[in-house]
């Protein structure tokens, strides 16, 4: 069996993402894959302490519409698009915008660094050329049936189902 070596981290912890001096200085360091709301928040925190971090999303454009139950903030219901289009405006503060239609497809974990594989999407499906991203961290925020999950073959401990719920309000 392959061994594997994870390194979780406070995202407000952000001076253990200072680059070492023997890391070169273009590798990023944190690569966030998926533009939810979990990805989008530590996107958030990273560039609110000062470090750089890409984001990508393999869909073509935002989601619009209804996704789940929404957020609960003081008894009040946020929708997701309405909650993500908030995250990625404090984010465009920081100079940090999410690059749609680029999706994880490999993934090279080494000591120092981790090789990610990009490719463009179109209708869910890798389409282009693979471009190989360098970063000291990646976050696989892209769901329970996301690529990151997969390509680092983690198992999902639970049950996934699919749902329909009507909801509305009165």
């Known amino acids: 069996m392959k061994s594997r070596h994870f390194t979780y981290l406070n995202p407000l912890s952000s001076h253990i993402l200072k680059t070492p001096a ?16 979990a990805g989008l928040f530590c996107a958030l925190s990273l560039a609110q302490n000062g470090v750089k971090v890409r984001i990508l999303d393999k869909a073509d454009r935002f989601y619009v519409g209804s996704r ?20 990625r405006g404090h984010l465009a503060k920081y100079g940090v915008k999410v690059e749609l239609g680029q999706g994880l497809v490999a993934i090279e974990q080494r000591d120092d660094l981790v090789k990610a594989g990009i490719s463009p999407f179109q209708a869910g499906q890798a389409t282009g050329d693979t471009k190989i991203i360098e970063a000291q961290y990646l976050v696989g925020a892209d769901g329970a049936r996301g690529a990151s999950r997969e390509l680092l073959g983690l198992t999902f401990q639970g049950k996934l189902t699919m749902q329909t719920v009507w909801f509305g309000t009165m």
């Open 68 to 87: 789940g139950y929404g957020v609960q903030a003081n008894g009040a219901c946020l929708s997701r698009d309405y909650l993500e289009g908030i995250l």
């Open 22 to 37: 023997h890391v070169q200085s273009d590798i990023l360091p944190v690569l966030i894959v998926g533009a939810g709301p």
